[in-house]
């Protein structure tokens, strides 16, 4: 007999967050966001049993939270080794922290030969308070709209979900010498913001139901992308007290974008606090191109630049087949 799997590998890819549909909450629900999966920047775990609970690599600290956290809940007497192999930039807009908790959970989950709870996981591993498009990311990738947080205490619901276009390109600009508000500084930004107009929270609804999911369906880049550069313009003019008093956090990677623009992406805007920012483009040859200028521009040179494809596929669980005897 058998005990199970000798070891769950769980990668997952980072993600776009493009923005928040309503900030204003007189609905009852609030919240609400569009996301997409990327390529590129990933987060790999690997757990196994273990005779004592042991995590190594990037972001081990915070991984032995949520392992303790899960042990405790699943009520586990079995220790856990989790190795970090890879791990999404944290704090850089990119998801690390949702996609490293789901992936530990269900590690551990699968490990155990446990139905997946990626919704309920999240919760209760602290992620998805505001924003679930990392949550739905995990799960299908592609482009997700999650419905915003009402009164239950559960993660905000997925409510579509649409492939990114294959030919398509998302142009990533990184700066490695910023990092963007989190944690408990997140908290008390959110708190120091003033009120959300109720008219800009239905007109971002608008251009995202009625404008950008439609464009995404016909692979009309232009109209996707104005929705979002038009959203992202109400948002940042919103968060921008506590950003300098500008869109982007990263001054930089505002110069970069400006350029990329001016020469043909669309969409341009900043992923959560950032410092990330993206831009949208028809093909690979094109953010080539795009890549090439910037690169070669002043303000540039120390930001990572990079072409990603838009993934249609969540969160990958392989499973070590290898049997573990009876002891």
């Given at each position: 007999?058998?005990?199970?799997?000798?070891?769950?590998?769980?990668?997952?890819?980072?993600?776009?967050?493009?923005?928040?549909?309503?900030?204003?909450?007189?609905?009852?629900?609030?919240?609400?966001?569009?996301?997409?999966?990327?390529?590129?920047?990933?987060?790999?775990?690997?757990?196994?049993?273990?005779?004592?609970?042991?995590?190594?690599?990037?972001?081990?600290?915070?991984?032995?939270?949520?392992?303790?956290?899960?042990?405790?809940?699943?009520?586990?007497?079995?220790?856990?080794?989790?190795?970090?192999?890879?791990?999404?930039?944290?704090?850089?807009?990119?998801?690390?922290?949702?996609?490293?908790?789901?992936?530990?959970?269900?590690?551990?989950?699968?490990?155990?030969?446990?139905?997946?709870?990626?919704?309920?996981?999240?919760?209760?591993?602290?992620?998805?308070?505001?924003?679930?498009?990392?949550?739905?990311?995990?799960?299908?990738?592609?482009?997700?709209?999650?419905?915003?947080?009402?009164?239950?205490?559960?993660?905000?619901?997925?409510?579509?979900?649409i492939p990114f276009p294959d030919a398509w390109r998302i142009v990533l600009v990184l700066d490695p010498g910023r990092?963007?508000?989190?944690?408990?500084?997140?908290?008390?930004?959110?708190?120091?913001?003033?009120?959300?107009?109720?008219?800009?929270?239905?007109?971002?609804?608008?251009?995202?139901?009625?404008?950008?999911?439609?464009?995404?369906?016909?692979?009309?880049?232009?109209?996707?992308?104005?929705?979002?550069?038009?959203?992202?313009?109400?948002?940042?003019?919103?968060?921008?007290?506590?950003?300098?008093?500008?869109?982007?956090?990263?001054?930089?990677?505002?110069?970069?974008?400006?350029?990329?623009?001016?020469?043909?992406?669309?969409?341009?805007?900043?992923?959560?606090?950032?410092?990330?920012?993206?831009?949208?483009?028809?093909?690979?040859?094109?953010?080539?191109?795009?890549?090439?200028?910037?690169?070669?521009?002043?303000?540039?040179?120390?930001?990572?630049?990079?072409?990603?494809?838009?993934?249609?596929?969540?969160?990958?669980?392989?499973?070590?087949?290898?049997?573990?005897?009876?002891?």
């Open positions: 007999m058998n005990r199970g799997p000798a070891s769950v590998t769980t990668t997952v890819p980072a993600r776009l967050h493009l923005g928040f549909l309503d900030l204003n909450g007189e609905t009852g629900r609030k919240f609400g966001s569009i996301g997409v999966a990327v390529s590129g920047l990933r987060t790999r775990v690997t757990v196994s049993t273990a005779a004592r609970t042991h995590v190594s690599g990037p972001e081990a600290q915070r991984a032995a939270r949520y392992v303790e956290r899960l042990q405790e809940h699943l009520g586990l007497g079995a220790a856990h080794h989790v190795h970090i192999d890879e791990a999404i930039p944290s704090h850089a807009g990119l998801g690390s922290g949702t996609q490293l908790a789901l992936a530990v959970a269900a590690g551990i989950r699968r490990l155990h030969t446990m139905p997946l709870d990626i919704r309920g996981d999240a919760f209760r591993l602290g992620r998805g308070r505001r924003s679930g498009v990392g949550i739905g990311l995990f799960d299908t990738g592609g482009v997700v709209v999650d419905g915003g947080r009402g009164e239950a205490m559960a993660a905000a619901p997925i409510v579509s979900r990092t963007g508000v989190h944690g408990d500084d997140e908290t008390a930004a959110f708190a120091r913001l003033p009120p959300f107009r109720g008219a800009d929270a239905a007109h971002i609804c608008r251009l995202v139901l009625m404008q950008a999911l439609p464009a995404l369906v016909e692979a009309d880049i232009a109209a996707f992308g104005g929705a979002i550069k038009e959203m992202q313009q109400l948002l940042g003019a919103h968060f921008a007290p506590l950003q300098g008093g500008e869109p982007f956090s990263s001054p930089d990677v505002a110069a970069a974008l400006d350029l990329i623009e001016g020469e043909g992406a669309h969409g341009i805007g900043q992923s959560s606090w950032g410092p990330t920012g993206f831009a949208f483009v028809r093909s690979q040859d094109e953010a080539e191109r795009l890549i090439g200028l910037a690169r070669s521009h002043p303000r540039c040179r120390g930001l990572d630049i990079r072409a990603c494809k838009g993934l249609n596929r969540g969160a990958d669980i392989a499973i070590d087949a290898t049997a573990l005897p009876e002891p």
